[in-house]
């Protein structure tokens, strides 16, 4: 169990630093938000599999060291009066616990907002308004509006624009999925950053759809004025944070140098993490080898 948590942190590391290095900063926002999430379900399921690979006894690199289950070493240990090793399991159950009642009560506040707001159907969209501050906000095919604005403004058509992008790129399973994964695997780290860029990227999606065949320097502006308020972490908010980078990914004409190579680069890097974690390495003993040392 703990080799697999090792793993699968260092698996999740690995690839996130190909993203953080390569892909950040650029301009492809389909291909992040998709390798993002699959490098988040990767780093899950790789260090599951257990592809036998036998290699020679002479190879005792730190790479070996590190994925091989090989050889099992038993080890006598001294009677404990108290197993520790049981205390972890519990805080680590109780910590689970909290972060699932955390997103059970986020969606459950959703859900009284919608309540209490009036709604209507627009097509297969329920169209809510609401003086909730957050909104506009979307969850799934809920839309959020705050009633004290007009839609029929500048300032409406582009929100609405924006939000309805959100629907129907269906960016909700995007975030309810990451949500679920860092609820069970809290303590990895590098879980939290992905979830930070997908939401990021969401929002230059979105902008990108919103600003489309209109002035882009007034809709930064709209960004820039309106960027107040709080959200919580399911929905998909306007005024998201991270607005610096939303403005100048919004505003930058620069297309991205070396594109197909930056991207022809997760090759090396998902056979490195299969290499690494997939697969299990054994010695391979001489023929020559004695049975009685074996």
Not at 40 to 56: E, N, Q, R, W
Not at 130 to 153: G, I, Q, V, Y
Not at 264 to 271: K, S
Request: aromatic content about 16%.
């Amino acid at each position: 169990m703990i080799t697999y948590l090792i793993q699968m942190m260092a698996c999740s590391g690995i690839l996130y630093a190909y993203y953080y290095f390569f892909l950040r900063n650029e301009k492809f926002h389909q291909y992040n938000r998709f390798y993002l999430l699959i490098a988040m379900a990767l780093s899950l399921l790789l260090p599951l599999l257990k592809i036998p690979v036998t290699i020679k006894d002479t190879d005792t690199s730190p790479v070996y060291a590190f994925v091989s289950t090989g050889e099992a070493v038993v080890v006598t240990a001294v009677k404990k009066s108290f197993d520790y090793s049981q205390l972890l399991y519990v805080i680590y159950g109780c910590v689970v616990l909290w972060m699932l009642f955390r997103l059970v009560k986020a969606i459950s506040e959703v859900i009284r907002i919608k309540r209490a707001g009036h709604a209507e159907l627009v097509e297969d969209i329920r169209f809510i308004k609401t003086p909730h501050p957050d909104a506009p906000f979307s969850f799934f095919k809920w839309l959020f509006w705050n009633e004290r604005t007009p839609l029929e403004s500048t300032e409406g058509i582009h929100m609405f624009k924006h939000e309805m992008y959100h629907i129907r790129s269906k960016h909700s399973r995007d975030l309810l999925f990451m949500e679920i994964i860092i609820s069970i695997f809290w303590f990895n780290p590098f879980f939290y950053l992905y979830r930070k860029e997908v939401k990021t990227i969401q929002e230059f999606l979105a902008d990108q759809h919103a600003a489309a065949n209109s002035d882009t320097g007034s809709y930064a502006e709209l960004l820039l004025m309106r960027a107040i308020g709080r959200h919580q972490q399911l929905i998909n908010p306007f005024f998201h944070n991270q607005l610096k980078r939303r403005i100048t990914m919004l505003t930058s004409s620069k297309k991205p140098q070396y594109q197909w190579l930056r991207k022809l680069l997760v090759l090396p890097v998902a056979i490195t993490a299969i290499a690494l974690f997939a697969f299990t390495y054994e010695k391979r003993l001489p023929q020559w080898y004695p049975t009685a040392c074996k």
